[in-house]
Each structure stands twice: as C-alpha cells, then as structure tokens.
C-alpha cells in the first residue's frame, strides 16, 4: 500500500518562502494533494497535482512533483503568518487517500 | 449546503462504554471516510464506504464497526470503549466519479474530541 512520508516541522519568518517536502511509495496515484489543518479543524483541500504533471502553479503556492524520485514539495512564497497550520500531503488512488503525518508551519514575525 | 457535520464535539467515556459518533454530508457523495488523528500524528483510515451498503477497513479498524444505510449517514459505533480510542475522529466525504474525472477533494467535518478513562 501507499506510504507517505514527511518532515515534522518548519519554522520560517514572515515574508520568507516555505517549502514542504513530501516522499511517497505507490507511483499509481493518478493525483497527489497538500491539504491545510488549521488548529481544531478538519483538513481543507490546498491544491493538487495530477500525476503526469511536473510542476503546478496557483498564485503564492507552486507545487513540484519529482515521478522518478518520487517527490512531492509545496512551496509558499511570501509566507504569512496565517499559513501556520499543519500541511498534509496525500495520495492514493480514488477513495482510499493516505496522509503523511503533516508537516506544522510555524511563521514568526 | 452544511457540507459534512459531526455530532457530537466533544465526549468523554469510562472504559467498557460505548457510542456512535454521527457524521452526515448534503453534498450526494457517494463516498464516505472515518479518520482517527492522535497528537502531533497524521490521520489514520479507520473505515471508508463506497456507497450507500457497501463498507470497507481502513488501515486501523479494530474496536470499530461502521454501517452506512443511507447516502448521508455513516455513523461510526466504539463498543467497548479503551483508552487507546482517545483521539480527535474526522468524518470527510468525496465523490469519485467512475473513472477518472475531476480531483476527489475530501471535505471534512469539523471533528469529535473523545477521551476515554
């Protein structure tokens, strides 16, 4: 089965780029995902990449997608401090998501 | 829409008792999801239904049991509650069309807090 693996923690500054990086196993995901928990909430979708993609862009977020090493990363331009949350990347094939543990941002001013 | 709601917010059991935790979506999903996530961890599947009458074991099942009469409801029942059950529980529904398709966002519901002592 799917595994997911990624980074416990990154603490960045203000303004500074975040990148999340995320290492999974089962190459027949046909999408792969970074969802977003905010503190005592549910997972919210951030954005995803379909598997035949290398790179996908959505205003401050880019998502870079390694096939071969098997690679995931999101990265955040000009963080903010209302991007702290967990960040969970995710992928599988349809209905059966495995998360990574998440990865908590963590934004000083 | 309320998207998918959960009841209850919060709950505290003895050991030995049991519960159902609720989950409902307005959103005609066909697929629905039960998650356990314990501190500083990632979420683990529990059950997840394919539709309404069809259920199947997630990756940590045990101590559960699940049905799902309904393409709203998909209630999770704990029978014999222990304390390695405290956790935050998400319900989330998708749809997943038949074959490939628009992205199968998960949406989720807000969580129930359970302590078991």
């Known amino acids: 089965g799917e595994d997911v693996e990624q980074s416990l923690f990154l603490s960045v500054r203000e303004g500074d780029s975040s990148v999340i990086n995320c290492t999974y196993t089962d190459s027949s995901s046909t999408y792969l995902y970074w969802y977003k928990q905010e503190p005592g909430a549910g997972l919210q979708l951030l954005t995803y990449?379909?598997?035949?993609?290398d790179m996908k862009q959505d205003q401050r977020l880019t998502v870079l997608l390694n096939k071969k090493d098997k690679h995931l990363s999101l990265r955040i331009a000009d963080t903010q401090t209302g991007d702290s949350a967990i960040y969970f990347c995710g992928g599988g094939s349809q209905g059966n998501l495995i998360f990574g543990k998440g990865t908590k941002l963590s934004v000083k001013p | 829409n309320a998207g998918v709601t959960q009841t209850p917010k919060f709950r505290i059991l003895k050991i030995g008792q049991s519960m159902t935790l609720q989950c409902a979506q307005d959103?005609?999903?066909?697929?629905m999801y039960w998650y356990r996530q314990d501190p500083g961890m990632g979420l683990k599947l529990i059950y997840y239904?394919?539709?309404?009458?069809?259920?199947d074991k997630g990756e940590v099942p045990n101590g559960y049991n699940v049905s799902r009469s309904t393409t709203e409801d998909f209630p999770l029942r704990l029978e014999l509650a222990a304390p390695s059950q405290t956790s935050v529980y998400f319900c989330?529904?998708?749809?997943?069309?038949?074959?490939?398709?628009?992205?199968?966002?998960?949406?989720f519901g807000p969580g129930t807090r359970l302590t078991v002592l």
């Open positions: 239904s394919v539709g309404a009458g069809i259920t």
């Open positions: 959103m005609n999903h066909n697929y």
């Open positions: 989330a529904s998708s749809y997943s069309p038949l074959a490939g398709g628009p992205v199968e966002e998960q949406f």
């Open positions: 990449i379909f598997s035949n993609m």
